[in-house]
Antibody, heavy 117, light 110 residues
Framework: QVQLEESGGGVVQPGRSLRLSCAAS????????MHWVRQAPGKGLEWVAL????????YYANSVKGRFTISRDNSQNTLHLQMNSLRGEDTALYYC??????????WGRGTLVTVSS | QSALTQPASVSGSPGQSITISCTGS?????????VSWYQQHPGKAPKLMIY???YRPSGISDRFSGSKSGNTASLTISGLQAEDEADYYC??????????FGGGTKLTVL
């Protein structure tokens, strides 16, 4: 069964860091660019970051640029999102999604990040 | 990176057709044919329904169709069914090497 599974979410204080992971099964991640997309509670979707299939290029939303870093380990079939200097507005369900062309193809179920003191 | 504009809600009766609009700018929807649409049921992950404006992924019903005119893209659902009740989001690639989503539209099947 082809699926993505996010992990690493939790409750963190403002200004602290958190690292999210996305593991793939039934899917070779090295063949795909990968996105992170987030959804604040009760709100819409917001694109966060993209990494190319080989990790050579990364792109970020202005809202996270300079604070978040997307990376991948193709040998482990895993995607990561390092989140530093977290703010309350970063509270959201974070999804990883495979990039097929210019769309978001396969999505995980998400991992919840809550930034609160 | 302003969000694309979608109506907050639309509704229709079973068997009817509805259309959801998605308005952007000449830097995203109007410039690229890279508009996609996602269906999200409560508590579930989004699901790709339409990509590159008009194309359906394998397994998606042909009741779902997409189009674009100028800076506005549209998703049409024909033969409305109860299971179509969900939130729908549009997305577009932008000229700033980024992606932008619409605010989402809640579809109610009456």
């Amino acid at each position: 069964q082809v699926q993505l599974e996010e992990s690493g979410g939790g409750v963190v204080q403002p200004g602290r860091s958190l690292r999210l992971s996305c593991a793939a099964s039934g899917l070779t991640l090295s063949s795909y660019g990968m996105h992170w997309v987030r959804q604040a509670p009760g709100k819409g979707l917001e694109w966060v970051a993209l990494i190319s299939y080989d990790g050579s290029s990364m792109y970020y939303a202005n809202s996270v640029k300079g604070r978040f870093t997307i990376s991948r380990d193709n040998s482990q079939n895993t995607l990561h999102l390092q989140m530093n200097s977290l703010r309350g507005e970063d509270t959201a369900l974070y999804y990883c999604a495979s990039a097929t062309g210019w769309s978001f193809d396969l999505w995980g179920r998400g991992t919840l990040v809550t930034v609160s003191s | 990176q302003s969000a694309l504009t979608q109506p907050a809600s639309v509704s229709g009766s079973p068997g009817q057709s509805i259309t959801i609009s998605c308005t952007g700018s000449s830097s995203d929807v109007g410039y690229y044919n890279y508009v996609s649409w996602y269906q999200q049921h409560p508590g579930k992950a989004p699901k790709l329904m339409i990509y590159d404006v008009t194309y359906r992924p394998s397994g998606i019903s042909d009741r779902f169709s997409g189009s674009k005119s100028g800076n506005t893209a549209s998703l049409t659902i024909s033969g409305l069914q109860a299971e179509d009740e969900a939130d729908y989001y549009c997305s577009s690639y932008t000229s700033r090497d980024s992606w932008v989503f619409g605010g989402g539209t809640k579809l109610t099947v009456l």
